[in-house]
């Protein structure tokens, strides 16, 4: 019998995958693995405000969900680059329009905001 | 002089909406919103393990953002509606297409899970 998974249940494991992947750092980071690998040391530093240490675990994360592979070469010092999988592939058209969708909608999402801490302001006031 | 938006900076207005939407709850509601309006005690059921609190504040997140509203109706007791705004359905394609990839794709992010813990293992056995 196969089974039928279901996001929408919270014992399935997708919902530990969603959990996993639906994370700022780990949009980047697929996003920026976009078109060629990357090594450890340029992801650090294109992907501004990631610390080494959340890169790493991410990178872990995404690894073991088969979303990316690491390589490893034995240049002085040791360089590691990671790229995507087969699987992550299928996934980045996606991740790369969600992670970008803000850049294309900022001013609609300020607008709106402002309208929000309005009506907030005079429901508060009346 | 057209500001130029870039996610991949950490002081740009995109990365805190972007860490607003990279979250399964957000992704979850806002994806039982595709169609048609829902009620807020029938998003609590459909979404297995939100808590009340969670989906409440996830909701005026969401609405802040313009990717939502929010109707009351004065029936007894008091009916709370949410619904996919303009710029939601910008988005909504895209968050499904996310919110629901590893239910078509699990079976290869567990094979894929049981080689990298073997490779683990091996490893820390050597």
Chains 1, 2 share one sequence.
């Not at 590691?80 to 850049?103: K, P, R």
Request: glycine content about 4%; aromatic content about 8%; hydrophobic content about 40%.
């Amino acid at each position: 019998m196969q089974q039928p998974y279901n996001v929408y249940e919270d014992r399935c494991p997708t919902r530990q995958v969603l959990d996993r992947l639906a994370d700022k750092w780990a949009l980047l980071i697929l996003d920026r693995l976009q078109g060629a690998p990357v090594r450890f040391n340029q992801l650090r530093r294109d992907i501004q405000g990631i610390s080494q240490k959340v890169l790493s675990q991410t990178l872990k994360k995404l690894e073991r969900d088969g979303l990316l592979s690491r390589s490893v070469f034995a240049t002085v010092p040791v360089t590691v680059e990671y790229a995507l999988t087969d699987l992550g592939q299928s996934l980045i058209q996606t991740v790369s329009t969600f992670a970008h969708w803000a850049e294309q909608h900022m001013d609609a999402v300020l607008l709106a905001q402002v309208k929000y801490d309005e009506g907030a302001a005079s429901t508060s006031g009346a």
